[in-house]
């Protein structure tokens, strides 16, 4: 894969912390584009071929992960957490985390656990609340973590050591939900800038995502595109066992027809598997309990025709997840064939679907 991603998925960046990989996107972006959107929560896109007569597409990742921040100090000098987006306490047991300060300085610590010698004989909770939680960081009292530089309100991420498997062929990191999206737009704009599209096209990342699509809602407001596609992570559950619409590595991007928010668009759903079987793009249908930005983006103004393009995940809103490259491709080839086909009459047939 493209160095882009593992530099992307290094840098920390909570839900309302991104700056950082803002920062790191808009070097990416803005060789590669006209111009560029930002709105004031602070997504950002670059557009090109912004003077076309057809349709405005949006193509959008999220910078955010999920993480915590520092909600207080306990007389000891542990760490008190609040979570930032959808996270489980047995998750993140003796886990290696990080208080980020805003310059980037480092506060290493590990989420206390007990060990079993301490917990024999006693009655064990089926599931322990993430803000039960408490960061151990070596300090000595409350007064000795403050001057290790704890502050609250500061973002805490989990350590993170990306590898590739032994096969080569998969990758273990933290924050795919979404830094894979992000990239995504960066090569997408790469890869089109010099055509002669269409359509005129957005690309680019939202903020907040994990924090209740709050990104989505004022950047999608501000470009006003006709088409909106979610490039984001997705969990799947062949480690566990599964069905045929919950998702597998290696078998394709993932087509969400239908999660609580957002039931896929039919005539959208019918121009996918179109692009997918002319291509020769490899694919699979989906089902989800959760949301993408795709959800906000469809009420945006007079309301919006959306769809979600997953990449398959294990293990994501943990501590580290699993990718294959071979949907990485698939993903990519699917959003290349979408940008390249949505002409006037292609978005009337879309819509006349329903």
């Not at 894969?1 to 840098?11: A, D, K, P, Q």
């Not at 919950?246 to 087509?255: R, T, V, Y």
């Not at 997953?310 to 994501?316: D, E, L, V």
Request: glycine content about 10%; overall charge negative; some cysteine.
């Amino acid at each position: 894969m493209n160095s882009l991603y593992e530099t992307l998925v290094s840098i920390p960046g909570a839900p309302s912390f991104e700056h950082h990989v803002k920062r790191y996107l808009k070097r990416q972006i803005e060789p590669n584009a006209q111009t560029l959107v930002e709105d004031r929560l602070g997504s950002i896109f670059g557009g090109i071929n912004i003077d076309s007569d057809g349709p405005r597409v949006m193509v959008a990742g999220h910078m955010d992960e999920v993480g915590a921040m520092v909600s207080g100090i306990t007389e000891e000098g542990l760490v008190k957490m609040r979570p930032l987006g959808g996270v489980k306490g047995d998750v993140f047991l003796s886990q290696h985390m990080i208080i980020y300060t805003d310059d980037l300085e480092e506060i290493p610590g590990v989420t206390a656990s007990k060990p079993p010698h301490l917990t024999r004989g006693k009655k064990q909770e089926a599931s322990l609340p993430f803000d039960e939680l408490k960061l151990d960081i070596g300090a000595e009292s409350k007064e000795h973590a403050e001057e290790l530089g704890v502050r609250i309100g500061q973002q805490i991420i989990p350590r993170n050591q990306y590898v590739t498997t032994k096969d080569g062929k998969k990758y273990i990191s933290k924050a795919w939900d979404d830094r894979l999206g992000c990239g995504m737009s960066v090569e997408i704009l790469k890869a089109l800038k010099d055509e002669a599209l269409p359509c005129s096209l957005y690309a680019g990342a939202t903020v907040q995502e994990e924090a209740g699509l709050k990104g989505a809602k004022t950047a999608t407001h501000r470009v006003n595109p006709d088409v909106f596609i979610a490039v984001d992570a997705s969990p799947c559950q062949d480690s566990f066992g599964g069905d045929e619409i919950s998702g597998k590595l290696n078998e394709g991007f993932l087509m969400r027809f239908y999660d609580p928010n957002a039931i896929m668009h039919r005539g959208m759903k019918a121009h996918i598997e179109h692009l997918a079987k002319r291509h020769d793009i490899t694919y699979q249908y989906y089902q989800s309990k959760g949301g993408t930005d795709a959800a906000r983006a469809q009420l945006s103004r007079g309301g919006v025709v959306v769809a979600t393009i997953g990449m398959p995940a294990r293990y994501i809103h943990s501590t580290t997840s699993m990718i294959h490259e071979n949907d990485y491709e698939a993903v990519k080839a699917m959003l290349l064939a979408l940008v390249r086909s949505m002409d006037a009459d292609t978005l009337r047939t879309i819509k006349a679907n329903v």
